[in-house]
């Protein structure tokens, strides 16, 4: 079975610098990625997905992540974020059986990243 | 604007009664999914649905019910048996294509004393 970690629970930062966000996962076999944000209470909007292809993968609202198979990591970066960052952060994993996602995901602990004046 | 709707907000409830939570969505999506989320321990599968009249149990499924019997709905039913009750339910929903997102309401707050 598939599991994740987010090895930071909480990430502070002031405004402009830059942030990385870190996500582990284990699996026996292939694996689509997903980052998610989630502002306090309300739903999760996906960021970005690694599905195939070229392993950095550029998202939403300024921010990438970059596969690294034989590290099985999928971190989260943004050169200069924004006080309207602040959220809290989730890593996601689907497996693929034969070739196929059945849209189950596991999610990481979550980190939850408070950007300061 | 299409998208999916979980209602209430928020919703207490007694200890020992069954609540309903609701979830509908008009992205014509086959597939749906009810996970729950506490603090420090991120998302879990609660029970999943990829067709009408179809389901299957997630990671923590003792001590909740679903159904299936339209397209569009897929309501959470929180019984008695659940020893702790108190989360934040989301409710989640895809097309069945293999590399497609889940996209997610906004969630239920269920508060049970």
């Known amino acids: 079975a598939q599991s994740v970690t987010q090895l930071d629970s909480q990430v502070p930062v002031f405004e402009e610098a830059p942030v990385e966000l870190r996500c582990n996962y284990s699996?026996?076999?292939?694996?689509?990625l997903f980052w998610y944000v989630q502002y306090p209470n309300q739903g999760l909007q996906l960021l970005l997905k690694?599905?195939?292809?070229?392993?950095l993968v550029k998202g939403i609202n300024g921010f990438e992540a970059e596969f690294n198979k034989s590290q099985t990591s999928f971190h989260l970066r943004k050169p200069s974020v924004h006080i309207s960052d602040t959220a809290e952060y989730f890593c996601?994993?689907?497996?693929?059986?034969?070739?196929?996602?059945?849209?189950?995901?596991?999610f990481g602990q979550g980190t939850i990243l408070t950007v300061h004046p | 604007d299409g998208g999916i709707t979980q209602s209430p907000k928020y919703l207490f409830r007694k200890e020992g009664q069954n609540v309903t939570l609701s979830c509908e969505q008009n992205l014509n999506h086959d597939a749906m999914y009810w996970y729950r989320q506490d603090p420090g321990q991120g998302l879990r599968l609660i029970y999943y649905s990829q067709i009408v009249n179809d389901f299957q149990k997630g990671d923590i499924a003792e001590g909740y019910s679903v159904s299936r019997e339209k397209k569009e709905s897929f309501p959470l039913t929180v019984t008695s048996a659940q020893k702790n009750p108190t989360a934040f339910y989301l409710c989640?929903?895809?097309?069945?294509?293999?590399?497609?997102?889940?996209?997610f309401g906004n969630g239920t707050r269920l508060t049970v004393t």
């Open positions: 996601a994993v689907s497996e693929l059986r034969g070739g196929t996602s059945y849209g189950k995901l596991t």
């Open positions: 989640a929903s895809r097309p069945d294509r293999g590399n497609s997102p889940l996209h």
């Open positions: 699996s026996s076999v292939s694996v689509y």
């Open positions: 690694y599905l195939s292809g070229s392993t």
